[in-house]
């Protein structure tokens, strides 16, 4: 039996539920879920498990991620949501689009891809080494977190989103992190693209490194009925650099009737 993860509720209406990244925790989504509520929507940002009030899970696979989050989705008891994914959450969303496609209404992935690193291990297992170095000398999450955030963000972001995204990676367990990490690079979701039969929301920032808009714009293209969106002037982190923009685009694929060409 999973348990439910731990996740904050606000407002009334169709839910929505936002997966953070891996320096993230629900308080990611904050402006999000304010601004949803406020709009007539049901918003969710859960704890991915092993973050903030989450019991972790072992192993700790995107199989297992994907049956914590439709355990919350049930527990929801609102038949199917709107899946917010961003970044490592936006596998997590594919992941359970490919899994339970019927518990899913409609899908926004943000600075995500459909796979990750080089199938031959090499690459990932130092992508893995250089993340976790600064923690293997004894630095902090908060610490990690003055470094990597800034690096992530374009230079159009607002301060006050930086320092929220700054704050949030900070309080993620090192543990977590290395599990998170480790899971991270094994994900690869491209053969199900194809697949995904609900409206779809791609959105990249201009300056993401790390979910470049070519890779998503080529993912948006292998979803059969998806949009694509670019926001100047940001990077990775584009629901807290440019929060007012990005409700905007998030509330009018939202207010979209549900049928599909």
């Known amino acids: 039996m999973t348990s439910i ?15 953070h990244g891996i320096g993230g925790g629900h308080l990611a989504f904050a402006p999000q879920v304010e601004a949803l509520a406020v709009a007539g929507y049901r918003a969710v ?3 991915m498990p092993g ?4 019991a972790p899970i072992e192993p ?20 199917e949501v709107v899946l917010v994914g961003h970044s490592m959450g936006g596998m997590v969303a594919q992941e359970v689009v490919a899994r339970r496609p019927e518990l899913v209404g409609k899908l926004v992935l943000c600075g995500t891809s459909p796979s990750f690193g080089k199938p031959d291990g090499e690459w990932q297992r130092e992508f893995v080494a250089e993340r976790t170095a600064p923690l293997d000398q004894g630095r902090s999450m908060a610490e990690l977190a003055e470094v990597l955030v800034p690096q992530m963000v374009g230079p159009g972001s607002l301060p006050e989103g930086v320092r929220l995204a700054t704050h949030c990676m900070g309080l993620v367990p090192p543990a977590t992190y290395r599990r998170a990490l480790e899971c991270l690079v094994t994900f690869d979701r491209r053969a199900n693209l194809a697949n995904i039969q609900v409206p779809t929301l791609v959105v990249a920032g201009q300056y993401d490194k790390n979910a470049p808009p070519a890779v998503m714009k080529k993912m948006a293209d292998a979803i059969p009925h998806s949009t694509y969106l670019e926001m100047k002037g940001v990077g ?5 650099e440019a929060p007012d923009d990005f409700d905007g685009a ?9 049928m599909l060409h």
Request: aromatic letters at 10%.
């Open 236 to 240: 990775h982190l584009q629901n807290l």
């Open 45 to 47: 940002a859960w704890d």
């Open 60 to 79: 700790y696979t995107f199989k297992g991620l994907a049956q914590s989050c439709v355990t919350l989705i049930e527990s929801l008891k609102c038949g």
């Open 5 to 19: 993860p731990a996740f904050t509720a606000l407002g009334g209406g169709p839910t929505v539920l936002m997966l």
């Open 51 to 54: 973050y903030g009030h989450s």
């Open 250 to 258: 998030l509330l009018n694929f939202l207010a979209l009737p549900r």
